[in-house]
């Protein structure tokens, strides 16, 4: 999966904790990006980063917070975890932005919040 | 909101025949991408299609875009077990920098 590592690869919590996690890339790659994928809705936006300290919010960013404090480094962090935070959660990356600019992903974090 | 709405939303077919997904979308765009899942895995990039092209090939992909009808078609010709897997395609909203939105795929599953 071009050098991004996801982990955990798997969680499980309890609701109202608070749960980080981490996406590691080799590319050198600007523009890191979190999703979540679940049935019925596909992939949608959660946060992305376009440098070091450069985030902006995606469709559904509402209970989540990222940081990126390294270029190779971009942590969703679940504030106080909801059930409805249940969900399989892909970081991604690419060297630019826009129509033009393929993704590469990770192999994803199946996170159940109980 | 998603960009683009793939159709079917599942597709089953028998190896060694065609599997054809489209995917239309709602704004005008630059250009279209499509991508792979593996079952349990990220998503892979496939092949990409400019505004200003019809069609495009790689290897067994055959890509079409109708920008006037806002719609694409991926065509995976000769299938095999190894194409089962959920395909998604993907573009901006808009003509800026800003991320891929992607829809909500169709899931092929290829029987030997």
């Known amino acids: 999966d071009a050098g991004i590592t996801q982990s955990p690869r798997h969680k499980v919590t309890e609701t109202g904790t608070p749960v980080t996690l981490r996406c590691h890339q080799t590319e050198n790659h600007r523009y890191m990006y979190w999703y979540r994928q679940d049935p019925g809705h596909g992939l949608r936006l959660i946060h992305y980063?376009?440098?070091?300290?450069?985030?902006d919010k995606g469709e559904v960013s509402d209970g989540y917070s990222v940081s990126r404090s390294k270029t190779e480094d971009f942590l969703l962090t679940l504030e106080s975890a909801t059930s409805s935070q249940t969900s399989v959660y892909f970081c991604a990356t690419s060297r630019g932005i826009g129509a033009n600019e393929k993704l590469f992903f990770g192999s994803g974090t199946q996170l159940s919040v109980l | 909101s998603q960009q683009g709405e793939e159709d079917p939303q599942a597709l089953s077919i028998q190896e060694g025949e065609n599997a054809t997904m489209n995917c239309s979308y709602k704004?005008?765009?630059?250009?279209l991408q499509w991508y792979r899942q593996n079952s349990g895995r990220g998503l892979v990039h496939l092949i990409l299609?400019?505004?200003?092209?019809r069609e495009k090939h790689s290897g067994r992909l055959r890509v079409t875009l109708d920008t006037s009808k806002k719609s694409s078609s991926l065509l995976i010709t000769a299938s095999r077990a190894a194409d089962t897997a959920s395909y998604f395609c993907a573009t901006v909203s808009n003509s800026g920098n800003t991320p891929l939105v992607f829809g909500k795929g169709t899931r092929l599953s290829v029987i030997a």
């Open positions: 980063s376009y440098g070091v300290k450069d985030t």
């Open positions: 704004t005008s765009i630059n250009n």
């Open positions: 299609i400019r505004s200003n092209e």
